[in-house]
């Protein structure tokens, strides 16, 4: 019997592998409250490298957790943003395979396989009308040339890492996405079509897709974009991978992945209103907030634990360039708000978290220093012992805050439609 990935479902990061436990209370609260939403712990090879750890490490932590918690229905583990070269050691311990082609969208294909997918597809030369887009696409020759010309080519690419996921796992053992989202400006329907149809020419059964959005997507903090425009290309794209599925016999449960960045607040209630309105899945990806959480429980716990906190944001300040250079794309940091390191050390425990926690009604909250902090893993990663032995001592109270975030904060307007003044649990 084939995995398949349900309606609904939620890539949790969990950068130390730490905090399965307190993820998934936050699924669990959504079954409470009548929606199942899926977790899929989501680490990188990045990720992995600079922590140190290896992927078995999130897989044997989403084990325990769920035998601890005694969770029944399904739950993945994503070998997040993977290419040929890095996916061997996910193979093990990996059951979702997130298959990134940004090297290689707008290398063109060989002007061969260019001209046979144009002959194969006659229909998408023409006008196409989709239910739920108010105009045809309207689809030249021409354009779908120079579409393939940017695309086909990383659908190409795409399909020989799957077949190599395939070899190794077996058809039907691992649940699929590719990410295309990565690029210099979003899809639109009719670019998202022709990519769609490449992939059920090469044989990929997506399940899901990730393509890519107007505006900013920046880690860890809110969306900054025109989000009439959001809701109208999210919408766009559904009804297209609706018509996908049914016109090349995808798998059917084909849906949307929105690759966040985490906290993108402002889209969620657009989100939650196109996926009702029109009966889709989607899959949130969200990325590090987890660790941020961390932070924000070890700063609230006090003593030891806010000393750390602060110690940590120090060397970050310190080596922000070294550790924003990899993520320069996906933040926005403005160097003259961030707070001196010695003005943060006469923070009282109240003054860290209002300032790192994501309220942007709060005036305490900074979103550079949350921003720093959210690609600063790598300064608590070196500190080793340290650091985990703290995340250990201080649980219950990381716990809450990782449970809360995650629940009232994502799940909650995704899944339910519930706005963030509408608190559940942990009002």
Same mark, same amino acid.
């Given at each position: 019997?084939?995995?398949?990935?349900?309606?609904?479902s939620?890539?949790?990061?969990?950068?130390f592998?730490?905090?399965?436990?307190?993820?998934?209370r936050?699924c669990?609260l959504?079954?409470?409250?009548g929606?199942?939403?899926?977790p899929?712990?989501?680490?990188?090879n990045?990720e992995?490298?600079i922590?140190g750890?290896?992927?078995?490490s999130?897989?044997t932590?989403?084990d325990a957790? *769920?035998?601890?918690?005694?969770w029944?229905?399904?739950y993945?583990?994503?070998?997040d943003?993977i290419g040929?070269?890095?996916?061997?050691r996910f193979?093990?311990a990996?059951? /979702?395979?997130t298959?990134?082609?940004a090297?290689f969208?707008g290398?063109?294909a060989e =002007?061969?396989?260019?001209?046979?997918?144009?002959?194969?597809?006659?229909e998408?030369?023409?006008?196409?009308e989709?239910?739920g887009?108010?105009s045809?696409l309207?689809?030249?020759q021409? /354009?779908?040339?120079s579409t393939? %010309? #940017?695309?086909?080519y990383a659908v190409?690419?795409?399909?020989?890492?799957y077949c190599k996921i395939?070899s190794?796992?077996g058809?039907g053992n691992f649940i699929?996405?590719?990410?295309?989202?990565?690029t210099?400006?979003?899809?639109t329907?009719?670019?998202?079509?022709i990519i769609?149809?490449?992939a059920?020419?090469?044989d990929?059964p997506?399940d899901?897709i990730?393509?890519k959005?107007?505006?900013? /997507? %920046?880690?860890?903090?809110?969306?900054?974009?025109?989000?009439?425009? /959001?809701e #109208?290309e999210?919408?766009?794209d559904?009804?297209?991978?609706?018509?996908?599925?049914?016109?090349?016999?995808l798998?059917? %449960?084909l849906k949307l992945?929105?690759?966040?960045?985490?906290?993108?607040?402002s889209?969620?209630?657009?989100m939650h209103?196109?996926v009702?309105?029109? %009966?889709?899945? *989607?899959?949130?990806?969200?990325?590090g907030?987890?660790?941020?959480e961390?932070?924000?429980g070890?700063?609230?716990?006090g003593?030891?634990?806010?000393?750390?906190?602060?110690?940590?944001y120090?060397?970050?300040?310190? +080596?922000?360039e070294?550790?924003?250079?990899p993520y320069?794309? *996906?933040?926005?940091?403005d160097?003259a708000?961030l707070p001196?390191?010695?003005e943060v050390?006469?923070w009282?425990?109240d003054?860290f978290t209002?300032?790192?926690? +994501?309220?942007p +009604?709060s005036?305490?909250?900074?979103?550079s220093?949350r921003?720093?902090l959210?690609?600063g893993f790598?300064? =608590?990663?070196k500190?080793?012992?340290?650091?985990?032995?703290?995340?250990?001592s201080n649980e219950?109270i990381?716990a809450r805050?990782?449970?809360e975030n995650?629940?009232d904060?994502h799940?909650?307007? *995704?899944?339910?439609?519930?706005?963030?003044?509408? #608190?559940?649990?942990?009002?």
């Open positions: 019997m084939s995995l398949t990935l349900p309606r609904y939620i890539g949790v990061g969990d950068r592998a730490h905090q399965a436990k307190a993820q998934l936050a669990m959504a079954a409470e409250a929606i199942e939403v899926i899929v712990w989501n680490k990188s990045r992995h490298t922590i750890s290896e992927p078995s999130t897989r932590a989403a957790a *769920v035998k601890a918690l005694g029944t229905k399904p993945f583990c994503d070998a943003h040929l070269a890095t996916v061997d193979l093990p990996c059951d /979702f395979y298959i990134d082609v090297d969208i290398k063109p =002007a061969a396989s260019v001209d046979a997918f144009i002959a194969r597809h006659p998408l030369q023409k006008p196409i989709i239910e887009i108010a045809p309207h689809l030249t021409e /354009f779908v040339r393939a %010309n #940017k695309f086909l190409q690419q795409a399909a020989i890492i395939e190794a796992k058809r699929t996405e590719v990410s295309v989202d990565e210099d400006s979003p899809q329907p009719a670019e998202l079509l769609l149809a490449a059920a020419d090469e990929i997506l899901t990730a393509p959005f107007t505006g900013r /997507f %920046n880690k860890g903090v809110d969306y900054v974009g025109d989000l009439a425009q /959001f #109208k999210f919408a766009a559904v009804s297209t991978i609706a018509y996908a599925v049914k016109f090349y016999g798998p059917h %449960n992945s929105v690759h966040s960045g985490s906290d993108k607040f889209i969620y209630a657009p209103k196109v009702q309105t029109s %009966n889709a899945g *989607v899959h949130l990806k969200t990325a907030t987890t660790w941020l961390e932070l924000i070890l700063a609230e716990a003593g030891d634990g806010l000393a750390l906190a602060k110690e940590i120090a060397q970050a300040y310190d +080596h922000r070294e550790l924003c250079g320069a794309t *996906v933040i926005d940091i160097p708000s001196a390191p010695t050390e006469q009282s425990s003054q209002s300032a790192l926690r +994501h309220d +009604h005036s305490a909250y900074s979103s220093l921003q720093l959210h690609v790598k300064v =608590a990663a500190m080793g012992p340290r650091y985990l032995d703290l995340l250990e219950a990381i805050n990782v449970t995650l629940f904060r799940i909650a307007p *995704v899944f339910l439609g519930r706005s963030q003044q509408e #608190k559940g649990q942990f009002a």
